[in-house]
Nanobody, 125 residues
């Protein structure tokens, strides 16, 4: 079993920055593909970014490319999402997720077996 706990959400003005963290339990964290998703009220959960186990391969949604950066520290069992140049449309609950089975990054939520409880990010205009 893997437990994921997100932190770092909050209220920020447009143009500002936040860094989300996701702390994972489990001895095989370094083997997992770690993803970030978000869900705004009334909308489906959508892919934001993901990173493979080695940290050398990442994938971003087009809407955040160039503004968000995903990284991981396997020694600390933690994955990060640095969010810069935030926009009001980035407002959502952000979830961390883990995929222990795949060899490539998928953007579909159902591929990820483990999920955190989510952290709220609100960007004011």
């Amino acid at each position: 079993q893997v437990q994921l706990v997100e932190s770092g959400g909050g209220l920020v003005q447009a143009g500002g920055s936040l860094r989300l963290s996701c702390a994972a339990s489990g001895r095989t964290f370094s083997r997992y593909i770690m993803g970030w998703f978000r869900q705004a009220p009334g909308k489906e959960r959508e892919f934001v970014a993901a990173i493979k186990w080695s940290g050398g391969s990442t994938l971003y949604a087009e809407s955040v490319e160039g503004r968000f950066t995903v990284s991981r520290d396997n020694a600390k069992n933690t994955v990060y999402l640095q969010m810069n140049s935030l926009k009001p449309e980035d407002t959502a609950v952000y979830y961390c997720a883990a995929d222990s089975q795949s060899w490539m990054i998928y953007t579909t939520p159902r591929v990820y077996e483990y999920w955190g409880q989510g952290t709220q990010v609100t960007v004011s205009s």
